[in-house]
């Protein structure tokens, strides 16, 4: 298949081309060489620099969708090799500032109003200019001071353009190279797409600050600034303005006067909680995003770059980092493979060997060397190569723990992540069983419940219809007629029990909207009080089952 390009995308579509060819296999550049849109370009010679830093700078080069690729590039251990991995994750997402006549232009277009309305002063200068929008500092008409983020002109455009293009270039990689489809290049171009366009609005970006507030209040060390809603749209952000210093940016000495290990405990249980309770996290935690105030907290700044994480992927990802911290490999591979996508080419005994190595090596190293996060970025390029794929936030959370390490051992030196996931295991447990227990997670269960109690008689009779007409059919060695008599009649007793203890839930769940005067724990007293039975009743339910069950496997290993 040829590439058909519209005039108007040619000129870009060639750049990027030039980017894939000189990074490219050579299956992919022969079939380049016999497009007609691509045959006038020459491979580029040998670079004697280092092929990484060139890799860097020609991202970099080709400006704010590639920066922006590159950065999620460097979490992707499965696809490059280290070396690429520490250059691209050194790529610097700043760029000159645009002028503030356009500032000007855009609050007031996205607001409604002029400036000098809506602000009592605003900051001609940044503070911080990046490749998607630039931030200054201003103060609000009640007194407020605030950081209002502005997005460039015309760059939801361009990186639309951008897309477009990778989008047509990377199909035709795929056709054309056998390894592309393997690494599912086509699925990381959609992820990529999706965060892009989630990063350009701003709106996601306020969310994503509530949300993570309310995930962190707890945390007296740890603080997030609050959005400004009624001044927050698609193009403007504005929220509390957080007077600090970037973390890497704090002289030893003044690192001296904080209580370093006590904030670095509670920056990675944070993620941890992040992670494995709430499902969002913030996914790039570098000195350069955290604040270090002047009362001596944290401040978390720049949520665009978010991770998500789906509940069944929370449980495995909490049982793979508790089994990393206490070195059972065998576990780590287990959960690993069970949430990762495999196929038949899948080297599962191989994965199981390097897997064993690096956590029987983290289990030995001393405490200085200890870094889960490597671990975990090591684990994801080994499933790379026996093409275990897993999922993008084991990615994600091995670049997060990454970055976390350092800056915990610059807070506190010696800081051992091994230690505090052991130590907050118990509360992420915790945490999670009230998560669950939430009134949500109840009334799911209720609906459910009645959804049991509403089909359970059609599926009683269906099964007693089929014993009527003497259909069920069972395939046994010998047995005794009494005896198994005995079997159904236990049977169609605890089914009764069952549809005795879901009727007392439904009709308790049904009476809880009935307001008495007779209330037991804040709630109506009847309600509870059938809550209370069918909790009782379910109690001794399992009581019975359980003993019944362990009489019956003494009685059979006497018999034998």
């Keep these: 298949m040829a590439l058909t390009l519209q005039p108007d995308q040619l000129r870009r579509s060639k750049e990027i081309a030039r980017l894939l060819l000189r990074y490219g296999r050579s299956d992919v550049l022969a079939a380049a060489q016999r497009d007609p849109l691509l045959a006038d370009l020459e491979p580029p010679p040998p670079e004697a620099a280092d092929e990484a830093e060139q890799l860097a700078r020609d991202l970099e080069a080709l400006g704010p969708t590639f920066i922006k690729l590159g950065q999620l590039l460097s979490t992707r251990s499965d696809l490059l090799p280290p070396p690429y991995l520490d250059a691209l994750a050194r790529l610097q997402d700043e760029v000159e500032p645009f002028?503030?006549?356009d500032v000007e232009r855009i609050v007031a277009e996205e607001l409604g109003v002029r400036?000098?309305?809506?602000?009592?002063?605003?900051?001609?200068?940044?503070?911080?200019?990046?490749?998607?929008?630039?931030?200054?500092?201003?103060?609000?008409?009640?007194?407020r001071q605030v950081a209002v983020k502005v997005q460039r002109p015309r760059i939801r455009q361009r990186v639309l353009a951008d897309l477009e293009a990778l989008e047509r270039l990377i199909g035709f990689v795929e056709e054309h190279s056998e390894r592309a489809?393997?690494?599912?290049?086509?699925?990381?171009?959609?992820?990529?797409?999706?965060?892009l366009l989630a990063e350009l609005d701003y709106r996601r970006e306020a969310q994503n600050l509530l949300a993570l507030g309310r995930s962190l209040e707890r945390f007296e060390r740890l603080t997030v600034p609050r959005p400004i809603d009624d001044y927050t749209t698609s193009r403007v952000l504005t929220m509390e303005y957080v007077e600090g210093a970037k973390l890497d940016a704090v002289s030893p000495l003044a690192r001296l006067e904080l209580d370093g290990a006590a904030i670095a405990d509670e920056l990675f249980e944070a993620y941890l909680v992040q992670v494995l309770v709430e499902g969002l996290f913030h996914a790039d935690p570098h000195p350069g995003n955290l604040l270090l105030t002047r009362d001596g907290r944290l401040a978390l700044i720049d949520l665009g770059m978010v991770g998500h994480v789906a509940p069944g992927l929370r449980d495995r990802l909490l049982k793979l980092l508790i089994a990393l911290g206490e070195g059972k490999s065998d576990e780590v591979a287990d959960q690993a493979l069970a949430m990762s996508a495999t196929s038949a080419e899948s080297d599962r005994d191989r994965f199981r060997r390097e897997v064993n190595h690096r956590v029987l090596s983290l289990r030995d190293a001393a405490i200085e060397d200890v870094a889960v996060g490597r671990v975990i970025h090591e684990l994801v390029g080994v499933a790379g190569e026996c093409e275990v794929w897993v999922p993008q936030e084991l990615s994600l959370l091995g670049k997060a723990l990454l970055n976390l390490d350092h800056i915990a051992r610059t807070l506190d030196p010696g800081f051992d992540p091994n230690a505090a996931i052991r130590r907050h295991a118990g509360e992420l447990m915790s945490r999670r069983m009230r998560r669950d227990l939430s009134p949500g997670n109840v009334v799911a269960s209720l609906l459910e419940a009645k959804e049991l109690a509403e089909q359970l008689p059609a599926r009683v009779n269906q099964i007693l219809a089929t014993l009527a007409d003497n259909e069920l059919r069972l395939k046994v060695d010998a047995f005794d007629e009494s005896e198994l008599m005995r079997a159904f009649q236990k049977v169609a007793n605890r089914i009764t029990t069952g549809v005795v203890l879901a009727a007392l839930i439904l009709g308790a769940a049904l009476m809880m909207r009935v307001?008495?005067?007779?209330?037991l724990f804040g709630y109506p007293g009847f309600a509870m009080l059938c809550f209370l039975a069918a909790a009782a009743g379910g109690v001794l339910l399992l009581w019975d089952v359980l003993m019944h069950d362990r009489r019956e496997g003494e009685g059979r290993r006497r018999r034998r």
């Design 181 to 195: 489809r393997r690494y599912r290049l086509g699925a990381l171009l959609e992820e990529f797409r999706r965060s």
């Design 99 to 101: 002028p503030y006549a």
């Design 115 to 143: 400036m000098s309305k809506a602000f009592a002063d605003f900051a001609a200068t940044p503070t911080a200019s990046a490749s998607l929008g630039q931030v200054h500092r201003a103060t609000l008409r009640d007194g």
């Design 515 to 519: 307001d008495t005067a007779f209330r």
